[in-house]
Nanobody, 117 residues
Framework: QVQLVESGGGLVQPGGSLRLSCAAS????????MGWFRQAPGKQRERIAV???????NYADSVKGRFTIFRDNAKRMVDLQMNSLKPEDTAVYYC???????????WGQGTQVTVSS
């Protein structure tokens, strides 16, 4: 059974940093590129960072230069280091396989990130 569990969210001031973690169970992690997604209030979920099986990252323009995605294949974890946070980064953050659509059965509960002074 595949399960993705996100953690590490919280309230942070603008300019601050957070590190999110995603723990994956099942075989999905080892055979897929993985991604971090986010959904802000009133907006569609968007993919913001992807990391390939062999560790090559790619980022949405909105987070490029501020966020860094990591993966540890042995631990089945994918992290997202978020620096220079802005109020517009406020959202629920999710991890999933990089190609996940809204109907993906692997969506977890996500972790809330709120950037506010």
């Amino acid at each position: 059974q595949v399960q993705l569990v996100e953690s590490g969210g919280g309230l942070v001031q603008p300019g601050g940093s957070l590190r999110l973690s995603c723990a994956a169970s099942g075989t999905i992690f080892s055979i897929n590129d993985m991604g971090w997604f986010r959904q802000a209030p009133g907006k569609q979920r968007e993919r913001i960072a992807v990391i390939t099986i062999d560790g090559r990252p790619n980022y949405a323009d909105s987070v490029k230069g501020r966020f860094t995605i990591f993966r540890d294949n042995a631990k089945r974890m994918v992290d997202l280091q978020m620096n220079s946070l802005k109020p517009e980064d406020t959202a629920v953050y999710y991890c999933n396989v990089a190609w996940a659509g809204e109907r993906s059965p692997y969506w977890g509960q996500g972790t809330q990130v709120t950037v506010s002074s």
